[in-house]
């Protein structure tokens, strides 16, 4: 079956090849962007971790430029085709001097804003952390990215909000950053209209990282009712209420909502599956880690050498000696390696 290709949105930007598609284009992950002007893709990308505020007077030894150089913005501006052409590379790292300077100048990094000349629309800070989360090394990206989308967010930009709440919850910081707590706040207001089913995706996530299962499962129900056609985070949004309904023992519900996902091309969604069936059916638990294996997950190659090894190492029905169920263990293997290497 063809895999379904992935919307073309700013969420594609941080999680790396979850979706089984062209090698170019990956998750919903985590941000969120308006579709008149979508980023495709992205490449591969550290897991985010959300900066600690640092003192007022070392925040010009955090947000600078100087292991940012301009050939940054234009490799990830190239690698992403269409996603970001309101300006050239060349304009969009002038906006990240200026703002860079706003900083130096006193400005709070969590609400800069800038008038006359210098100004900076909500929508380019909203691009500019996207390019920012995809700047692999400095940690002043991260601290780029964070603050970019927070000072959107103080001047009511939605997709900034949505963006970096839903960061501060995946990466467990939300809650714990009282520099973002506006952010938090303005957050929350979406929640509450029950009408915005990206915010109700986000607070269901942030329910089931609380444990409160039951609430996440009917705050990700809600989310799906009150969907529309510009429901981003609907995959993930079915991703986690199917992880909601596993840990709540509701395993045949479960199943049925993550086999969709598979069949959509999510590859968390084969994850979950290949964890949920190993001890029951080893044969399709194999067959869905081989496919996140095939699809950006490498390290899923490991847990098929660990199963092949289980299986030679106990007595089988199916045919297969020990000694084939060996052989097959030195291939997972080696596939694991190779795609390490890479």
Not at 136 to 160: I, V
Not at 191 to 208: N, Y
Not at 267 to 279: F, G, K, Q, T
Request: net charge positive.
């Amino acid at each position: 079956m063809a895999a379904r290709r992935c919307p073309r949105t700013c969420i594609l930007l941080l999680r790396p090849n979850l979706w089984k598609c062209a090698p170019y284009h990956s998750s919903l992950a985590y941000l969120y962007c308006v579709r008149s002007n979508p980023p495709p893709a992205l490449s591969q990308t550290r897991q985010y971790a959300v900066p600690r505020a640092p003192k007022a007077a070392a925040y010009s030894d955090v947000f600078t430029l100087a292991e940012i150089p301009r050939a940054s913005f234009e490799s990830v501006i190239s690698r992403n085709g269409d996603s970001f052409k309101r300006l050239s590379p060349e304009q969009y790292y002038d906006c990240a001097q200026r703002f860079t300077s706003a900083i130096k100048q006193g400005s709070s990094p969590w609400a800069v804003s800038l008038s006359g000349k210098d100004s900076i629309s909500a929508e380019v800070l909203h691009e500019l952390a996207c390019v920012m989360r995809q700047i692999q090394g400095p940690r002043s990206a991260d601290a780029f990215a964070t603050a970019m989308w927070a000072s959107a967010s103080e001047l009511g930009y939605r997709p900034s909000t949505l963006s970096l709440s839903r960061q501060l919850i995946r990466s467990g910081a939300y809650g714990r950053m009282p520099q973002l707590r506006k952010v938090e706040a303005r957050f929350k207001q979406l929640v509450s209209t029950g009408k915005d089913p990206d915010a109700l995706t986000a607070e269901g996530e942030l329910l089931f990282e609380q444990g409160r299962f039951d609430v996440a499962v009917a705050t990700l129900r809600r989310a799906l009712r009150a969907g529309s056609a510009s429901f981003e985070w609907k995959p993930y949004c079915e991703l986690c209420l199917g992880k909601a309904l596993l840990k709540l023992g509701r395993r045949k519900e479960a199943r049925t909502v993550l086999e969709a996902l598979s069949e959509a091309g999510l590859v968390e969604a084969d994850i979950e599956l290949s964890n949920m069936l190993r001890a029951s059916d080893r044969d399709k638990a194999e067959q869905h880690m081989y496919a996140a294996a095939c699809n950006g997950r490498p390290d899923m190659f490991s847990h098929l050498s660990e199963m092949a090894l289980e299986g030679a190492a106990s007595a089988t029905d199916d045919g297969r000696s020990s000694e084939d169920r060996r052989r097959w263990a030195m291939e997972w293997s080696r596939l694991a390696d190779a795609r390490t290497e890479r």
